[in-house]
């Protein structure tokens, strides 16, 4: 079967009015799921009730499939300005859009760092001109990401950054750290947080256990993470600041956060696809695509993240896609890159494993991807209300195809998902009332 | 086997496996070893290697060595018109040096590359080094690295048969296979002795692939060394890890002596050379715990008075001169299977 994906460019005819037909809208932001039909006029919401009567431009049938506020990823490496080899704003957007995500969130590990205004003025500008999807920009919390001085953060909120982050790796300084969570406390902006203390992951390659041990490779310890996670968590206690856990991974982490939301702290967590279903297990050292930080942990660690994704411990799930290019991942495991892109195969893996296992209900699902983050960050996104920006994904649950890295739209090549078959992924993509969708579709 | 017959296929395994590992080949004048064959194999690692393959290597490293003992010509024609690089990203003397051997006496031609002088340093990735060798018709590639799976990433890159000289803390078999040749030649048999490893475990590709090779024969095993050089969360079937060497080495047959590397000093993993060998060194006089006529194995190279004393290297007991030899003879072995699938020539 043909693969191929076929975006339509924005410059392409868009049809002024938009009726999706009958399928089933799980819109968790409005707590409705039921089967409806969905309106949109000039890019906006228009209408979501059964049986809409209107004579529109273009008529998708929806019929049988799962119809969403557009998927939300609050954790993806575009790697531009600097990096292209890897990826840019526009392969990015195109991953984005076939994988069902209409807003993504940028981090600011780039070269050079984005860590001041004029760099994120410029990164909103690209985004808006790449224009397939949304794109918002994370600026950095210190200069350079170094942990040593403060990023002019007050400048960046007004050039339009979203939220803060040193991703890429935890800020040693506890000072720093501190003062940012009481500089932008009057901001209500979070910061967002790598957490695995820097000497007990020096040098470290895949989670360290069983697996690490007989490998001989050089592991990093869940310690790590939840000393990290303790310090951000108790930082923001004492401050009232906001600190939001970057791809939560080890059970006691989850647990620490859990107990410091039970005590009032203002502390959020996400979780990826890859640490809610894959162990360490699968680490082979002669392929670099399991490689990630924080790794892949255990079996036991799923299941705490999964637990705490549940019970509202963990508040979304993001990809963390982190494209590198080919050359960079196809070699020695010790010296290939840390990241893999996950916007391609997010809905597919969450649903092969959690939902159609029985793991995950939809509407939990759903909103861990669209209403969730969208309130956490304040973004006008991740809900079917009336005159909602009409960012819309449409996903069949049934549909079954295999991850293939030739089919990818990103500049990433290596994932551990390639080769797997998957039951689920978004046949269709609607940003601003733009409809994009496979070619079979 | 007639009187195996009526036998369920476990006890049938079982039973092969112990008169395998107690290094019997044939009953009845049939040989077990028959439908045995490394010819075409890449040697990565040992943990892809059935007890079987082991005694196979064994036995011809037995030939081998009689035919680097015999002394006059030691040249045999078995790989006469075949090529072979050492591909060394690492510094080696006796590994690189055994196996150049190795290839000249079974009649090959051998090339040893030094990452110090090749395009290594202008660079070139590990994939685009092992194309060019390719490029060039050689049919295998010895090759040491740094990084742990970088000889079974070779494997998927280039056709030519790759034997691993080492990557990184993960592998080290031929090390693995002259260490159980060399115990087999001195002590009569594998199975049943009980064998500690002492030392840097954490970072050794050798204690990881004695434990592969012989927990496969039936040995059993005990590491020792300070917590800080164990590996954290190790667990396998038929070895025991002890934070005291003296319980590691009560009433052992033989002791393996892993070198202790000085940079692990300055990375705040034991605090002085001198304490380590106060603690942890293998003297004299803590070689009474053991048997008697304990063996002493160290890969080399050795640093004397800091995880073993110069009266313990050059002791009676002592075998690691011929663990030397043994190596030229098991790297024979492993080449003359895998590249000519053992046969006469």
Same mark, same amino acid.
């Given at each position: 079967m043909n693969q191929t994906w076929q975006i339509k460019r924005p410059e392409s005819k868009i049809s002024s009015t938009l009726l999706i037909r009958g399928g089933n809208v799980v819109d968790p932001a409005n707590n409705f799921d039921g089967v409806a039909d969905i309106l949109v006029i000039d890019g906006k919401i228009a209408a979501v009730k059964p049986e809409i009567k209107f004579s529109a431009d273009y008529e998708y049938n929806a019929a049988g499939k799962i119809v969403t506020p557009g998927l939300i990823d609050m954790h993806v490496h575009f790697?531009?300005?600097?990096?292209e080899s890897k990826e840019d704003f526009l392969s990015g957007s195109k991953a984005a859009v076939a994988g069902g995500f209409t807003t993504v969130a940028t981090m600011p590990n780039t070269s050079p760092v984005v860590d001041n205004a004029a760099l994120v003025r410029s990164m909103v500008k690209r985004a808006e001109d790449v224009g397939l999807i949304n794109i918002k920009i994370i600026g950095a919390v210190t200069k350079e990401q170094k942990g040593q001085e403060l990023a002019e953060m007050r400048d960046m909120i007004a050039a339009g950054a979203v939220a803060f982050s040193d991703d890429g790796?935890? %800020? %040693?300084?506890a000072k720093i750290f501190l003062n940012a969570l009481d500089y932008l406390h009057e901001t209500g902006k979070i910061i967002i947080c790598h957490e695995e203390e820097t000497t007990l992951v020096s040098g470290g390659v895949m989670n360290e256990g069983k697996r690490s041990a007989i490998l001989g490779l050089k592991g990093r310890p869940t310690v790590a993470e939840d000393i990290a996670v303790a310090r951000d968590v108790l930082l923001a206690e004492y401050t009232g600041g906001r600190v939001h856990i970057a791809h939560i991974s080890s059970a006691r982490a989850v647990e620490i956060v859990r107990d410091a939301k039970k005590r009032g702290v203002k502390v959020t967590a996400e979780v990826t696809p890859q640490h809610l279903t894959m162990t360490d297990d699968l680490v082979n050292p002669a392929d670099a695509s399991t490689k990630i930080n924080p790794p892949l942990r255990t079996k036991k660690d799923c299941d705490a993240c999964l637990a705490g994704l549940i019970d509202g411990t963990i508040d979304f799930i993001v990809t963390d896609h982190s494209p590198h290019a080919p050359e960079e991942k196809d070699r020695e495991y010790i010296y290939a890159p840390s990241g893999f892109p996950g916007l391609e195969t997010s809905v597919g893996i969450l649903f092969t494993e959690l939902y159609h296992k029985g793991k995950i209900d939809l509407k939990t699902l759903i909103s861990k991807m669209t209403a969730e983050p969208a309130q956490i960050f304040g973004l006008n996104a991740g809900t079917l209300s009336i005159d909602a920006p009409a960012d819309i994904t449409i996903i069949d649950p049934d549909f079954i195809w295999t991850v293939d890295a030739k089919n990818f739209y990103t500049k990433g090549s290596h994932s551990p998902f390639i080769g797997r078959e998957l039951k689920g992924r978004a046949v269709a993509t609607i940003v601003r009332g733009n409809l994009m969708k496979l070619n079979q579709f | 086997m007639k009187f195996l017959i009526g036998v369920s296929q476990e006890l049938a395994e079982l039973f092969f496996c112990r008169i395998i590992q107690a290094g019997i080949d044939k009953i009845e004048g049939v040989s077990? !070893?028959?439908?045995?064959n490394l010819l075409g194999r890449s040697v990565v690692a040992l943990e892809n290697f059935s007890a079987e393959e082991i005694r196979l290597v064994l036995n011809t490293t037995r030939k081998m060595k009689q035919i680097i003992r015999r002394g006059g010509e030691k040249k045999l024609p078995n790989l006469r018109g075949k090529a072979i690089v050492n591909l060394f990203y690492e510094p080696s003397t006796r590994t690189r040096t055994s196996f150049e051997l190795a290839g000249k006496y079974l009649g090959a031609d051998v090339v040893s590359i030094n990452s110090g002088t090749s395009s290594i340093v202008k660079g070139e990735s590990l994939r685009d080094t092992l194309k060019t060798i390719e490029a060039m018709g050689v049919d295998a590639i010895v090759m040491r690295h740094k990084a742990e799976g970088a000889a079974d990433f070779a494997t998927k890159i280039v056709k030519p048969i790759i034997i691993n000289a080492g990557d990184g803390a993960h592998a080290h078999p031929s090390q693995a296979l002259l260490d159980l040749f060399t115990i087999e030649q001195r002590k009569g048999r594998l199975a049943g002795l009980k064998v500690a490893i002492i030392g840097d475990? !954490?970072?050794s590709r050798v204690a990881r692939s004695d434990i592969y090779a012989m927990t496969k024969m039936g040995m059993e095993i005990h590491l020792a060394g300070p917590k800080t050089l164990l590996p954290r969360f190790f667990s396998f079937d038929g070895v025991t890890i002890h934070e005291q060497i003296e319980g590691a080495i009560a009433n052992a047959d033989v002791i393996n002596v892993l070198r202790i590397q000085l940079e692990r000093q300055q990375a705040g993993l034991f605090p002085s050379t001198r304490e380590y060998a106060r603690v942890f060194g293998i003297n004299e006089e803590r070689l009474r715990l053991a048997k008697e006529n304990v063996l002493i194995l160290h890969p080399g190279p050795q640093n004397k008075g800091l995880e073993i004393s110069s009266e313990v290297t050059y002791c009676a007991q002592s075998a690691i001169q011929e663990q030397v030899q043994n190596g030229v003879a098991v790297r024979m072995a492993l080449l003359d299977l895998t590249l000519n699938g053992g046969g006469e020539k």
């Open positions: 790697r531009e300005p600097g990096q790796h935890f %800020d %040693d300084n | 077990f !070893l028959e439908s045995v475990i !954490l970072h």
